[in-house]
């Protein structure tokens, strides 16, 4: 019996729920191996990005080690931009690239920012994962 069919048999309470306990303390023990418990409490760490005020908006400045890369991260955020209609501004200085973006006609950030946000730091990833 699959996992899906023994949750649909569970849920109309036709099968005895102990052993889907055990397989959950089964699935646990395992996690902990592999995982052990973490030290609470946890620290979060410092955001990448800032948020700017007067207007509000967020701010970020990548670090790369070739100008190619600077290209290419450049070129598809300049691109991404024209894509969903809602324009940062990029500063390539040397091998730093900053981002700022906020919306203009609402003088903060909104959803069209943090798309921005989230875009370049997935390309930024993108280009550090090629390089290793």
């Not at 609402?106 to 090629?130: H, M, R």
Request: hydrophobic letters at 35%.
């Amino acid at each position: 019996m699959s996992l899906s069919q023994y949750f649909r048999t569970a849920s109309r309470n036709e099968v005895d729920l102990t052993s889907l306990n055990r397989v959950g303390n089964i699935l646990n023990e395992n996690i902990e191996e592999v995982n052990p418990p973490l030290d609470l409490p946890l620290e979060v760490k410092e955001s990448k990005w800032k948020t700017l005020h007067d207007p509000e908006r967020l701010a970020r400045t990548y670090k790369f080690e070739t100008y190619r890369e600077v290209l290419y991260f450049f070129n598809e955020l300049y691109k991404y931009q024209f894509k969903i209609n809602h324009h940062c501004k990029i500063t390539a200085d040397g091998l730093n690239v900053r981002v700022v973006t906020y919306t203009h006609d609402f003088e903060g950030i909104t959803n069209q920012d943090i798309k921005i946000k989230e875009y370049a730091d997935k390309l930024y990833l993108d280009i550090d994962y090629l390089n290793d």
